[in-house]
């Protein structure tokens, strides 16, 4: 069984389906699997992308290896080469090559027998359902779809064409997935966003009537969670990545091609743009826009919209605990020393020729931090 | 079948139900569903509770929207209106209404056939249990409570009446939630607490003998953790209202009405009052203890007793990471500032009709964190 | 049925398993259940082990007490006492027996009928199979072995002897996890690590074609996400204590006897070290290193290598909401009033008497953080 080991292939099969200049080895040369430079042995395939591996590169053992022109003298000189202009997409590409490889063989019956399917739900004859799940009513499973074991799929809920549901992912009613989407164990799409109204004592509910749509290509990490909207949907948009642990926000909108790391939690009617990318334990505060091409870093959290793309950083800087004690305890007191350094500008003797010109908004300064950048 | 569209009602069926004073309409006006002011069509419903949302209303197309005196001058003139003090409120109503009316009808089957019911377990003959829910022994299912699919409800743990819990909760032996509650896919109530001891090499494990008891019409988000105390209980106040993937440690225990956004991490022991709002992504530390009405901001970390309700803050403002990198490296020279100016200070000619007064805790600065706020 | 009251046990059963000196109690002395000192009632157990809680210890209600030398004479003096050692690890000995008696009974089939294994997979005949549980072809459990309810085991996999994996615990095929591990619900093992490729409209996935090896002794909580390495695998140390939500990225490997709090986020490729302490809702970067015996405190970042042991901390600090805004815009200008300070140092009378030495790192700045700490 082709299981962690995609079987034996050569450097000719590379070439056959991916291109690139072969040079220094033979089309036959056998190759059992993917590496990294640092530990490939012999019999193994490798990549070298960026400049900064480049000692990984003079120093491997991998029998061939994918590479650019630029680094092409950053291998041994008799290791087999594949030239590429770009070899990390190469590897991708690579990478998914022997991934299908080592699938499991389809199994005997499409449906297992275990699965619940409710008789008005639709599910094509192509789609493979696992064991355990359970498809309700007016639900639509399309072609080629691959359903997990234990998956839930809910009353109306659309899962696209070619889609891949792994174990236990929980679709509400009237959800929808496109096509070619991956969604990975434990996520759940379309619970209730959290939404409630004020009462004399305590929070009444508001029923959250809108969906979760999800576009084509979308891929979604474990044990996330995208809330459904209060009226209208919560929506991601093709081509999005996101990673393990995300909390997605009733009406939330997310454009195109935008990749969200892990652990991110992003509130309510938020809308980003396409092309986006947001770092791991990112926070993402409500009824706020964030632009195209916009980049936020880990753990930073973003309070106001975003209008200039690049990168923004909110995030306290790591040290020694005795260090940060010192410097928070300061932290608080911040405005009072700045207070105090006006005051010793004012007190010494004022010479036109060096009074330093006056700093916009410190000089002057606002106590409404919405007025800063 | 009425998914995602309630079914025609109208503004009759509205009064009738919650009241108001209908305006500009007839009684047997028809309305399809409910809307947002800004994207309401003809035949749509929506509301209108803030003054930010004025223009919103002038510009709806919505044939009735639920209003408040002070705002009922910002709808266009011929646009039906219900007249009510809580605009909010109303559509937090008519939404839970318009759900009930889209729920599903009861299954066929109280019971679904591939429920595994343990014979000493006790669950209401009116109860509905979905497919593939294990229900363990001596546990304990109450009127009315809905069961979905694939929950694991363990040895002796009891859930109330009219209790929802969505597919995949698990419940571990021995916890309890009240009544009238709601749990989102994917949750985890009842996990060992996180308790180990040292030893020379390494941890020994602390068995979390103690539960978790939830109380009455508490709503818990998805894949959210509440685990279970070392000795006593962790304990949930009735009215609560969690978000999504929210961690709660062992023997916390929160009051009543506390509402806490997403991906909120509490550590264990801690013990946080009635009425809090905890933003997303906040932190509470273990062993301390949050006063009633206490507000946190979304990623702050609460490290000390709070005593005091109102808004606190903890949290690395986000700006162009190019001043973040300049503001941070001189974070960590903050004390080293506060000595210079100090030393500035110390020499510039006394007057004393112009020294500044002593400001408290920056001119005798104590090192200790915890003396300040 | 023995259920959250472990049933009746003696002083003598205690000193019989744990050692101790047992004074002013029988051995015969009986008991229902440990309970915290400061709850305790008469016929219960409790511990004192920490001098700050000295005064829970004069006042406690408990019948026997277990204590260190330097405390016994915090105890009500006609209560029963066992003086050990460690107090707490005698406690967590405890607890872990008293656990053990609450243990249902075996089940009369060690494999629940509802259980899907296929032919190929090998389960220890001693070995425990829950309701649901779906085990893959050519994965391995071993003896003594107890799978939850509804757990997925996928081909390859493999799970150690005395190793118990709770309720919807989702292992991905080839993973591996060691002997005597604990996984509680909801944990998914194995998803693909998040990597993908930049394409000229968006990103090309990165098969992820490594695994997760857990070794031995390992706890993990409830919900959490181990990412399968890209080529090599992600590795978990023999004796980590994991709790509940945490995010571990493709290609970590973490060391021994490391304990990790909840909520914590861990980026690719990362290596934390052995005996490690990670605060709950820190994060780490990928691609550094963190090295043994290094503490990192809860939310804090660590965005570089650490090589240092000891305690890092980078948390903004948290103050009442009117505060923070001013501290937080006045953090955007601290670049600025570094210079301020530093024009009225060059513009005072110049003595070298009191010219303050120079502060390294202050004097002459550097705008790169990476130079700090």
Redesign the interface.
């Known amino acids: ?1 082709a ?2 080991s ?1 079987g034996p292939f050569t450097a000719g099969d590379l070439i056959d389906r991916f291109g690139g200049q072969l040079l220094h080895g033979e089309r036959s040369l056998a190759l059992s ?4 430079l640092e ?1 490939a042995a012999p019999g193994e395939l490798s990549f070298l992308s960026a400049a900064r591996h480049r000692r990984d590169g003079e120093a491997t053992r991998a029998s061939l290896v994918i590479v650019s022109v630029a680094l092409v003298d950053a291998l041994p000189a008799p290791t087999a080469r594949i030239v590429t202009p ?1 070899p ?2 190469y ?3 690579v ?2 090559w ?2 299908s490889r ?1 699938q ?1 063989a389809e199994p005997a019956q499409r449906v297992h027998p ?1 699965a ?1 399917i409710d008789p008005s739900a639709s599910v094509d004859p192509t789609a493979i359902i ?3 799940c ?1 498809i309700e ?2 639900s639509v499973v399309g072609a080629g779809a691959r359903i ?3 998956v ?1 799929i809910g ?2 809920a659309r899962v696209g064409a070619d889609t891949r549901l ?3 992912v ?1 679709i ?3 959800c929808e997935i496109g096509r070619r989407g ?1 969604v ?3 996520t ?1 799409i379309g ?2 966003g ?6 004399a ?9 809108g ?1 979760v749509i999800v576009g084509d ?1 979308v ?1 979604i ?3 996330c ?1 995208l ?1 459904r909207g ?3 949907d919560t929506v991601i948009g093709n ?1 999005c ?1 996101l ?3 995300i ?1 997605v ?1 009733h009406n939330v909108r997310i454009g ?2 935008t ?1 969200i ?3 991110v ?1 992003i ?1 309510g009617s938020a809308v980003i743009g396409a092309r986006c990318m947001i770092g ?2 990112a ?1 993402i ?1 409500g009824h706020l826009s964030i632009c195209d091409d916009a980049v ?9 919209s975003i209008s ?1 793309p ?12 005795a ?19 006006r ?3 004012q ?2 003797p004022i ?1 036109a020729a ?1 009074s ?1 010109a006056p ?1 916009p ?2 000089d002057a ?5 919405k ?3």
Chains 1, 2, 3 share one sequence.
Not at 203 to 209: E, H, N, R, S, T
Not at 365 to 369: A, G, K, R
Request: glycine content about 12%; proline content about 7%.
């Open positions: 069984m299981r962690y995609p699997r993917l590496a990294p530990s770009d990390y997409a590897y991708a590409a990478s998914r022997l991934a080592q499991p275990s619940l696992g064991p355990g359970v009513a007016d997990g074991a234990q839930v009353e109306g792994f174990a236990r929980v509400y009613p009237d991956i990975h164990a434990g759940v619970a209730d959290f939404g409630f109204a004020r009462e004592h305590g929070w009444a509910k508001i029923a959250q009537l969906r290509d891929e990490g474990a044990n969670t809330d209060a009226l209208d081509g990545k990673d393990n642990q909390q926000g195109e091609h990749a790391a892990g652990c939690g509130a791991g334990g926070g505060l936020i870093s880990a753990m930073s959290l973003v309070t106001r200039r690049g990168l923004h950083t909110g995030v306290f800087p790591l040290m020694p605990n260090d940060w004690e010192r410097a928070a305890v300061t932290l608080k007191h911040l405005p009072a020393l700045r207070d105090r350094i005051r010793l500008e007190r010494l010479d060096d330093p700093v908004g410190v300064p606002s106590n409404d931090p007025e800063s950048s």
